[in-house]
T-cell receptor, first 112, second 112 residues
Framework: SQTIHQWPATLVQPVGSPLSLECTVEGTSNPNLYWYRQAAGRGLQLLFYSVGIGQISSEVPQNLSASRPQDRQFILSSKKLLLSDSGFYLC???????????FGEGSRLTVL | EDQVTQSPEALRLQEGESSSLNCSYTVSGLRGLFWYRQDPGKGPEFLFTLYSAGEEKEKERLKATLTKKESFLHITAPKPEDSATYLCAVQVLETSGSRLTFGEGTQLTVNP
């Protein structure tokens, strides 16, 4: 079965510091992968998606970037965090059906 | 612009008190509508996919229905363990990826 691992689960970072959130998946090959952000009490906002190694599409221009160095690895990064980057970051992969996404357990980022 | 609106924002029910959650959408070409359950601090858990008006899906006490403009998630005789935030999302016709646009969610509380 497909599984999604995200780490770290929780992160507290000062403004201006770098960020790296990692997502790895198991049980599938060549998956479509997604990064979503969820602000407190809000819906999910799509940040990036990738259909293959080195292929990244950005949905919202912002302080973040994504990379896909390996087939089952998706990384979310920032060179300098802003207060507004705080949130719950979710990695997802496209299921074998016609469009549903399956989510990891998330990484909660607090920027102080 | 694709829009997904969920109502109510929050709903409190007594155990056994049936009700419905609403998800209305305005999109240019619906490919699928998805319902998720999200517990606090966790990633969303996939529940249902609906593809065409008139379609219904059921899982335990939950039943999802779809019309051309909205979807309903009916909860029959809810239990306290049904307490969670319920998210709906739409997928629109496009040439690549499987991007979902999410609503803000309905926070359901079921009191014993």
């Amino acid at each position: 079965s497909q599984t999604i691992h995200q780490w770290p689960a929780t992160l507290v970072q000062p403004v201006g510091s770098p960020l790296s959130l990692e997502c790895t998946v198991e049980g599938t090959s060549n998956p479509n992968l997604y990064w979503y952000r969820q602000a407190a009490g809000r819906g999910l906002q799509l940040l990036f998606y990738s259909v293959g190694i080195g292929q990244i599409s950005s949905e919202v221009p912002q302080n973040l970037s994504a990379s896909r160095p390996q087939d089952r690895q998706f990384i979310l990064s920032s060179k300098k965090l802003l207060l507004s980057d705080s949130g719950f970051y979710l990695c997802a992969l496209k299921g074998r059906g016609r469009g549903e996404l399956f989510f990891g357990e998330g990484s909660r980022l607090t920027v102080l | 612009e694709d829009q997904v609106t969920q109502s109510p924002e929050a709903l409190r029910l007594q155990e056994g008190e049936s009700s419905s959650l609403n998800c209305s959408y305005t999109v240019s070409g619906l490919r699928g509508l998805f319902w998720y359950r999200q517990d606090p601090g966790k990633g969303p858990e996939f529940l249902f996919t609906l593809y065409s008006a008139g379609e219904e899906k059921e899982k335990e006490r939950l039943k999802a229905t779809l019309t051309k403009k909205e979807s309903f998630l009916h909860i029959t005789a809810p239990k306290p363990e049904d307490s969670a935030t319920y998210l709906c999302a739409v997928q629109v016709l496009e040439t690549s990826g499987s991007r979902l646009t999410f609503g803000e969610g309905t926070q359901l509380t079921v009191n014993p």
